[in-house]
C-alpha cells in the first residue's frame, strides 16, 4: 500500500510538489517541480500493482458553473478540531477563465486512465483517489499549533514565514522522533540563514505534499479519521482528523 500526495499547481508553468509515503510511514519520495501530468502518472504508476491512496490538493470533480461547490460550504460551515477553515470556492468557469482549464479534473482522469481499479472517492480498502486541503490537514492533524502561518501571506515578513514553516517541520518530525514515520527529516531541511524567497516556494510544495500523504497514512493507521465534506457526484473535500 502506498500513499501519494501531490500538491498540484494550478498551472502547467508552475511547480508542484509530490510524496509518496509506504505503509511503514517512510517516506520515498519527496519531491518539488515542474511536472506534467504524465511526468506525475509516470511515477504512480510504479506503484499501480499495490493499493494507493492518492490524496490532491486540487479540485478533482466540479459540476457547478458558477458559484461555489457544496464541499466548500459545508467546509465553511464546520469545524475541525474546534477550528473554522476556508477553502478556495471553485466553479467552471472561473476555473477555466483564470487557468485555461481545470487541472484537477484533467489528471484524476489520466490516473484513472493508467491505473487499474481506481476511482475518486474515499475507498479505505480499493486504490483511490481524494481531494484534500493542506491547511485543514495541518487543523486536523496538528491542533496545537494551529494556526501555523507557513505560507506568505499580506502583514507578515519573509523572515515570520519561514519561522512558522520551521515550526511546522518541526512537528512533522516529531512523528518521525516517536516512530510514526521515516525519512522526512532527511529529505526536507528549512535553513533561516539560506532561505530564499524562490526556495521557501519549493518547500512550500513539498511541505503540502507530505502533509497530503501524511493525512491519508494517518487515517488508515487508525490515528485520524476521514471528515468529508460534499459529496463524490459533486466534488468533496478529505480532512484527516486526530482521534482520541
Known amino acids: 500500500m502506498k500513499f501519494i500526495g501531490i500538491d498540484l499547481a494550478w498551472t502547467y508553468k508552475n511547480e508542484s510538489g509530490m ?7 517512510e517516506v520515498l519520495i519527496l519531491e518539488s517541480k515542474v511536472f506534467s501530468d504524465d511526468d506525475i502518472v509516470d511515477i504512480i504508476k510504479k506503484y499501480s500493482d499495490e493499493t494507493l491512496h492518492i490524496a490532491v490538493d486540487a479540485p478533482l470533480v466540479v459540476n457547478n458553473e458558477t458559484g461555489s461547490r457544496q464541499a466548500e460550504r459545508e467546509l465553511q460551515r464546520g469545524r475541525i478540531n474546534g477550528h473554522r477553515l ?4 471553485s466553479s467552471r468557469s472561473f476555473l477555466n477563465k483564470t487557468f485555461k482549464g481545470i487541472r484537477g479534473e484533467a489528471l484524476s482522469q489520466l490516473i484513472i486512465d493508467n491505473i487499474p481499479d481506481i476511482s475518486i472517492g474515499f475507498h479505505e480498502y480499493e486504490s483511490s483517489i481524494i ?23 499580506k502583514g ?3 523572515e515570520e514565514t519561514v519561522e512558522q514553516m520551521q515550526i511546522l517541520s518541526e512537528r512533522i518530525c516529531l512523528l518521525e522522533y516517536q516512530g510514526l514515520i ?3 527529516n532527511g529529505k526536507f531541511n528549512v535553513d533561516g540563514k539560506q532561505i530564499t524567497r524562490k526556495i521557501h516556494k519549493h518547500l512550500e510544495d513539498k511541505l503540502d505534499s507530505v502533509l497530503c500523504a501524511l493525512g ?3 487515517i488508515h493507521q487508525g490515528l ?15 480532512i484527516p482528523e486526530i482521534t482520541g
Open 19 to 25: 510524496c509518496v509515503i509506504d505503509d511503514s510511514g
Open 86 to 89: 476556508f477553502a478556495f470556492h
Open 131 to 153: 481531494e484534500t486541503f493542506p491547511t485543514g490537514i495541518v487543523s486536523g492533524l496538528f491542533p496545537d499549533i494551529f494556526p501555523v502561518k507557513y505560507k506568505r501571506k
Open 156 to 158: 507578515m515578513t519573509f
Open 182 to 184: 521515516s525519512g522526512f
Open 216 to 218: 491519508m497514512y494517518m
Open 224 to 238: 485520524a479519521e476521514a471528515r468529508t465534506f460534499g459529496t463524490d457526484k459533486d466534488g468533496f473535500i478529505l
